[in-house]
T-cell receptor, first 111, second 117 residues
Framework: RKEVEQDPGPFNVPEGATVAFNCTYS??????FFWYRQDCRKEPKLLMS???SGNEDGRFTAQLNRASQYISLLIRDSKLSDSATYLC????????????FGSGTRLQVQP | GAVVSQHPSRVICKSGTSVKIECRSL??????MFWYRQFPKQSLMLMAT?????????EQGVEKDKFLINHASLTLSTLTVTSAHPEDSSFYIC?????????????FGPGTRLTVL
């Protein structure tokens, strides 16, 4: 079983749509959770951290359910510029500090 | 946010040659840097953790004699792919933590695309 699992997609949605991505992680001792965005042939860029209380940044809302080991990302009012691969990322060991990446979910927003 | 640079951004080399990739933290000191590799349509996979002033910690399955890591200063880590072969062609990305805590954000370099002919 992969440490971090995501639906690879692609998710093809029209502009203005709301889209949700899900992610599960296997290490119950994981401490930190993130969503990164990766454009084609570029490095990942931090989109937002994910907290148990849920957090929102503009059109983006992230949720964490520690009991279910489940993370979600909701994008409202999709823009063409949101087209990218969204990576669910977990830091499982504060001592080690390396990140474990999901394989990513590809989003294509269409006009 | 913090800036991490990598050089070169792209390299094409012949099979059997060695390639050095540099990773620099430009506006902060990083006692630990990480090296990842990403094959097409796959996730980033951690190769090794680079510690300033000490030996790197390699992940299982990554040959330390093939992927030489040197973290000589608090702002520079280098990855040398020795005797490169076509199967080493990949996107190599480094990252660094800005802070000392495990939960601090990691900042990624722009990556180096290696093609071995």
């Amino acid at each position: 079983r992969k440490e971090v699992e995501q639906d690879p997609g692609p998710f093809n949605v029209p502009e203005g749509a709301t889209v949700a991505f899900n992610c599960t992680y296997s290490n119950s001792a994981s401490q930190s959770f993130f969503w990164y965005r990766q454009d084609c042939r570029k490095e990942p860029k931090l989109l937002m951290s994910v907290y148990s209380s849920g957090n929102e940044d503009g059109r983006f809302t992230a949720q964490l359910n520690r009991a279910s080991q489940y993370i979600s990302l909701l994008i409202r009012d999709s823009k063409l510029s949101d087209s990218a691969t969204y990576l669910c990322v977990v830091n499982g060991d504060t001592g080690r500090r390396a990140l474990t990446f999901g394989s990513g979910t590809r989003l294509q927003v269409q006009p | 946010g913090a800036v991490v640079s990598q050089h070169p951004s792209r390299v094409i080399c012949k099979s059997g040659t060695s390639v050095k990739i540099e990773c620099r933290s430009l506006d902060f000191q990083a006692t630990t840097m990480f090296w990842y590799r990403q094959f097409p349509k796959q996730s980033l996979m951690l190769m090794a953790t680079s510690n300033e002033g000490s030996k790197a910690t390699y992940e299982q399955g990554v040959e330390k004699d093939k992927f030489l890591i040197n973290h000589a200063s608090l702002t520079l880590s280098t990855l040398t792919v020795t005797s490169a072969h076509p199967e080493d062609s990949s996107f190599y990305i480094c990252s660094a933590n800005q802070g000392a805590r495990g939960t601090d954000t990691q900042y990624f370099g722009p990556g180096t695309r290696l093609t071995v002919l």
